[in-house]
């Protein structure tokens, strides 16, 4: 299956911890107004479609507060952001496929709440053979 190639440490990579203070540094002109830490996981393979998932998930922050109304505007600006920098992750997760696949498009899904200290942001990335 081509999430098997998709690994922690190579999401890690695309996506070290760092990232989320230069995010914040850049949005609001300090890494310490970041409510939240943000990293990237991969959640999955949907044989129906041929869609991989991957999420960047949101903790909150010792001492902070993640309200909704802060997290839940963050698709289309994570979608945008030029440090958060989606199309290159999505374009280093292809390189790294099987063979067999290429990847066909992605599109970002709405904030997730998991709980009051986490939420997730769904990366749907469609896959093709060939």
């Not at 911890?17 to 996981?41: N, V």
């Not at 992750?89 to 986490?118: A, C, F, H, N």
Request: proline share 6%.
């Amino acid at each position: 299956m081509p999430e098997s190639k998709i690994t922690d440490e190579l999401l890690l990579k695309l996506f070290p911890p760092e990232r989320a203070d230069e995010f914040f540094e850049a949005l609001y002109g300090g890494a310490e107004t970041g409510a939240f830490d943000i990293g990237l996981r991969c959640a999955g393979f949907n044989k129906n479609n041929n869609t991989l998932i991957i999420e960047f998930v949101l903790t909150e922050r010792p001492g902070k507060c993640m309200a909704c109304n802060l997290t839940y505007g963050l698709p289309q600006v994570f979608l945008r952001h030029p440090i958060i920098n989606l199309k290159g992750i999505v374009e280093e997760i292809g390189k790294r496929l099987l063979p067999d696949w290429t990847v066909k498009g992605y599109e970002i899904g709405s904030t997730q709440m998991v709980d009051s200290k986490l939420n997730t942001i769904p990366v749907f990335i469609k896959l093709g053979k060939g």
